[in-house]
């Protein structure tokens, strides 16, 4: 029988650990996914200032991902080998400037060079951290801790959403700046005050966190190790690059999240312009209906992310949610006409794709260990984030052509569905033991 007070212990050390640094990491993915997707917010100015339509806009939120993918793996890489903090420092600063220079955008061309960039100089900020999380938390702790950081995402709205629509609305045209060039400039900044920030606040390792004492550290160690032995025991995880390229699981890993992030930007970049659809005209009020959404969703996937932990559980929860977004996304034509049923669609819709993002890494993280865990998450996030490019340019693209943005949110609920039917099918619950173990994909 276990100790009560050794659980105590580790408890005290794990939320120690939480408090340090998973709060400026939440802040760091705030910043990030404002700076993402506030192009969403200053396309209801910008298309007509100059004159484009949703098909290049679609195709611009899609450009970042190009050049996302792009850098990916290398950036993921150089992680691993000089650590967080200069990688933050890196793409932090790099990004905040690139999102300050989208406000002097004078084409589509323009647009589209600025959005590649600004995706090549975030490239790695994502799967950076769930692999500095790996260096921290053990499995069993990773969903509810991932679900936290996840949590910025929705924040991101709750804040982004009236603030977007506060600087859109209140400094339009004041000295001589349009309202989307206002929310480029102001929104840009914190990313790179928070870049420099990081060279000074995190640690790369708990070996060199002065603020962990000796027995702690040797703690966290212990808890890792127990992890990688687990894991070889049930199956060796691959050790070398060439072994995760090569890797079936890695590229079943990869499709299914392609799905996810599918959904994702489905969500992410489309909800100003679907509330806008219904009859919300008001950019001000579109701001305040979206922080609604994401204060709904931020309880929601903690809720989610705590009951997958709780029952050590993955597939279900992740693919649960997944057919919740792809349902909703399906009954959104029946809301046409009324606010409240489509914001009660984009509520759960936001809630489950986004729990089901962040309980999906804790299944890759799994079996990936030592050099396979930079290039494995790197790979699967790089080759995913491909279904971010295509989704924005397929609603945008469908939407010109059709009228109705409802075609393409259909043809994503599909294959969300198929990617969410393909992880039930080739990932195996998970085997019970003394020490529950995380589950672990199936496909070579």
């Not at 506060?166 to 790179?192: C, K, N, T």
Request: some cysteine; aromatic content about 12%; hydrophobic content about 55%.
């Amino acid at each position: 029988m276990q100790d009560p007070s050794a659980d105590s212990q580790e408890h005290v050390i794990y939320r120690k650990i939480a408090r340090r640094i998973i709060p400026f990491l939440f802040i760091c993915y705030v910043v990030n996914f404002i700076d993402r997707v506030n192009i969403g917010f200053a396309k209801l100015q910008f298309l007509q200032d100059l004159k484009l339509n949703d098909a290049v806009f679609g195709f611009a939120a899609g450009m970042f991902f190009i050049g996302y993918v792009v850098f990916e793996l290398p950036s993921n890489l150089l992680l691993a080998r000089i650590g967080v903090r200069k990688t933050l420092l890196r793409i932090m600063v790099l990004w905040g400037c690139l999102t300050v220079l989208l406000m002097f955008v004078q084409s589509a061309t323009m647009l589209y060079v600025l959005r590649f960039l600004l995706g090549a100089a975030e490239a790695g900020f994502f799967p950076g951290i769930i692999l500095y999380l790996t260096y921290w938390f053990p499995d069993q702790r990773r969903g509810r801790i991932t679900s936290l950081f996840i949590m910025a995402v929705p924040l991101a709205g709750v804040i982004g959403g009236p603030m977007s629509g506060w600087i859109m609305s209140h400094l339009h045209d004041a000295l001589g700046l349009r309202g989307w060039q206002w929310l480029f400039l102001i929104e840009g900044v914190p990313a790179i005050a928070l870049g420099v920030m990081a060279m000074f606040y995190l640690d790369d390792r708990p070996a060199n966190a002065g603020w962990l004492t000796i027995s702690e550290k040797n703690h966290i160690e212990a808890a890792l190790a127990a992890d990688r032995k687990r894991h070889s025991e049930l199956e060796a995880p691959p050790a070398r690059l060439r072994d995760v390229l090569c890797s079936g699981r890695t590229y079943l890993m990869s499709g299914i999240y392609f799905c996810v992030f599918m959904g994702l930007n489905a969500i992410g970049f489309w909800i100003p312009t679907l509330l806008r659809q219904v009859g919300v005209q008001q950019i001000s009020n579109i701001g305040w209906l979206s922080g609604a959404i994401s204060v709904c969703t931020a309880v929601g996937i903690v809720v989610i992310g705590h009951s997958s932990d709780r029952r050590m559980e993955r597939r279900w929860h992740v693919a649960g949610c997944g057919f919740a977004v792809a349902a909703s996304f399906l009954l959104l034509p029946l809301a046409s006409h009324s606010v409240p049923f489509t914001v009660a669609l984009l509520i759960v819709a936001s809630i489950c794709i986004y729990a089901a993002l962040s309980i999906f890494w804790t299944i890759p993280t799994a079996y990936l260990d030592g050099g396979a865990a930079a290039a494995g998450i790197a790979t699967i996030t790089a080759i995913g984030a491909l279904g971010g490019a295509l989704s924005p340019s397929l609603v945008g693209l469908l939407k010109t052509y059709t009228g109705s943005i409802y075609v393409g949110l259909a043809v994503i609920s599909v294959l969300l569905t198929i990617g969410m039917v393909v992880l039930l099918y080739t990932v195996p619950a998970a085997r019970r033991a003394n020490v529950p173990p995380a589950p672990q994909p199936a496909l070579r």
